[in-house]
């Protein structure tokens, strides 16, 4: 009798470890990182022009952003502009194809499949902001018809590389050490 109220106290211990653990990994990673990017102005919203490929920051309002230390493609942000997608392509360097990230359900202004949707549809376009931010990592903007704008970042090819493991090349830039490497 001893030994089975003994195995069940080490079952329910081990249980109860397990959930904790699963708990405060979940809480960890969708929410304890993240914090809030307070707007600072002009340069919030940024998009690489094609006449020259300078960053150029564009009528914006309504900017509201999350970020993270542990990691460069957590960065996700809204914000409405008067500029349409025509006026932008027009202007600004073009980025067809990339689709968003999830970002964290609370953050409920940036919904990656309904972006996603819009942008299959021809309805949002979306466009270079920042190439190579953070190694192998570039920022994309998306503009919709609707005024409705979102910013999110993604692994360029050499950030594909070099996370997959494969040999980078000469034509990506060099990559940064690592924090408390010895050089």
Known sequence: MKRNVTGKLVVGVIVLLGLVAGASIYY???YHFYRDIPATGPQDVTLITLADATSQPI???G?????ADSSPIRFRACFTTSLTPGQAGALYVPAPGIEPR????WFDCFDAK?????ISDGSMTTFLSAKNY??????IVAIGADGRGFIW????????????????GEECP??????????
């Open 28 to 30: 960890l990673q969708v």
């Open 59 to 61: 009528e914006h309002s």
């Open 63 to 67: 900017f509201t952003a999350i970020d």
């Open 102 to 105: 999830n970002a964290p359900g």
């Open 114 to 118: 309904g972006i996603a949707a819009a």
């Open 134 to 139: 953070a190694f192998g990592v570039d920022r």
């Open 153 to 168: 970042p993604t692994l360029n090819e050499c950030g594909a590389k070099a996370y997959d493991g494969s040999l980078v």
């Open 174 to 183: 060099p990559r940064p050490p690592r924090p408390g490497a010895s050089q």
